[in-house]
């Protein structure tokens, strides 16, 4: 009987995944260096900020995964990233993220990472500010306004006028409909 080839299935495997040590990639994949129109040198070793669309999301995107973590030592979500280099370089795409910590009293200490390209049914459609994307990513999870506020350490009304601009941006009639066209891309 073959023995399996752990090296190999990481590499192969159908989505991006990344091992992490301090939110750094100490590894990658294959299909996450395709993703990000990468080499293995140019994200090895380089935090994950470097496949945000800004500093302050990945800051703020670690604080809110952080307590998440602990708890559980999973997390998921969809959001939005930026292609680092390549014919698509600088381009953002809804990305589905998840995560698990491999010490739940340090979530960030290490990780395993998996990385799911939406764009092709998820478009990013509208330019949207960092604050913007962070909304619409919380939206689609379903949160309130409260909830979001709490999360993003903002407040409520504050959440609303994001969300409002949002609705303008995607001519969404009502929440519903946003998180519908936000879905559609």
């Known amino acids: 009987m073959d023995t399996l080839d752990y090296r190999q299935a990481f590499d192969m495997a159908p989505v991006g995944l990344a091992v ?3 939110r750094t990639m100490v590894d990658c994949n294959r299909h996450l260096c395709e993703m990000f129109g990468a080499c293995l040198e140019q994200l090895v070793g380089q935090s994950f900020q ?3 669309p800004s500093a302050a999301e990945f800051e703020r995107t670690g604080a809110r995964i952080a307590p998440l973590l602990n708890r559980n030592g999973t997390y998921s ?3 939005i990233m930026k292609r680092l280099d390549g014919r698509l370089k600088g381009e953002t795409f809804w990305c589905h993220v998840t995560g698990r910590a491999l010490n739940l ?3 960030h200490e290490a990780g395993i990472w998996t990385f799911e ?3 092709a049914r998820r478009p990013v459609k509208a330019e949207l500010t960092a604050r913007e994307r962070e909304v619409a990513t919380l939206l689609m999870d379903g949160l309130t306004s409260k909830e979001i506020g709490r999360a993003l350490l ?4 504050t959440v609303e006028i994001y969300r409002a601009k949002l609705m303008r941006k995607y001519a969404a009639s009502n929440t519903g ?3 519908h066209k936000l879905m559609a891309g």
């Open 177 to 179: 409909d946003l998180v």
């Open 50 to 52: 470097v496949l945000y």
């Open 105 to 107: 009293l340090s979530p």
């Open 154 to 157: 903002i407040s409520h009304r």
């Open 20 to 22: 992490s040590r301090n």
């Open 77 to 79: 979500d969809d959001r």
């Open 117 to 119: 390209d939406l764009s």
